[in-house]
């Protein structure tokens, strides 16, 4: 019966039944929902942050070898960053919009159609 394109339940003994089983996930036996972990992850990721800044600052004190004219220019360099950064910060949305339209007031209108005709 099998050979005549009809199908038999025997044909469907073999299939394995059952949840979908990938290859190299071990975990996935057991796993049902995870409980979630956010409010101790950000917590564990901030504390790890603030932990690493303070070793950083530490091993530039030790290992400090720049000569005082570098300390200086990076000072420097810091300084007028937060300058521009506060200059930017001090401007509202409204204000940028009109400082960049009188900014394209100025210019030239490159996208007016030059004329070319002199007849009229």
Not at 48 to 65: A, F, P
Request: without cysteine; glycine residues 8%; hydrophobic residues 25%.
């Amino acid at each position: 019966d099998g050979s005549r394109g009809g199908s038999t339940m025997a044909d469907y003994e073999a299939v394995q039944r059952g949840p979908l089983r990938l290859k190299g996930s071990g975990a996935a036996l057991g796993a049902g929902k995870r409980k979630k972990k956010k409010a101790k992850e950000k917590a564990q990721i901030l504390e790890q942050i603030v932990s690493s800044k303070k070793q950083e600052e530490e091993k530039k004190r030790g290992l400090d070898k720049r000569t005082p004219a570098q300390v200086a220019y990076e000072k420097m360099q810091e300084k007028r960053q937060m300058e521009r950064i506060l200059k930017k910060a001090s401007k509202t949305h409204k204000q940028r919009v009109e400082d960049f339209n009188r900014h394209l007031d100025t210019l030239t209108e490159h996208y007016d159609i030059p004329k070319v005709s002199w007849t009229k």
